[in-house]
């Protein structure tokens, strides 16, 4: 079986993403744990965090920030 992929996301609060993906499937992931260093640092600033948005399989933000969709599926929590 192929893994999911993102097909919509949005910035619902500073560092948690809502992702949904193709199965249907909605869940809630704390970006709060990458944010580190200059590369990431960047998605400190709210206004930038929430630029995110699907790149065809996962999520990406301008500059080419992106989160691993194995990540994105597997650590985030499904909402109830």
Not at 2 to 9: F, G, K
Request: net charge negative.
């Amino acid at each position: 079986m192929l893994r999911p992929t993102a097909v919509h996301v949005k910035a619902v609060c500073p560092y948690q993403l809502l992702v949904e993906f193709d199965n249907g499937e909605k869940k809630n992931f704390d970006v709060a744990p990458y944010i580190k260093g200059e590369w990431y640092g960047m998605l400190r600033s709210f206004e930038y965090f929430r630029r995110v948005a699907v790149d065809g399989y996962t999520v990406a933000w301008p500059d080419g920030q992106d989160i691993c969709p194995d990540e994105l599926y597997h650590l985030g929590k499904p909402l109830s």
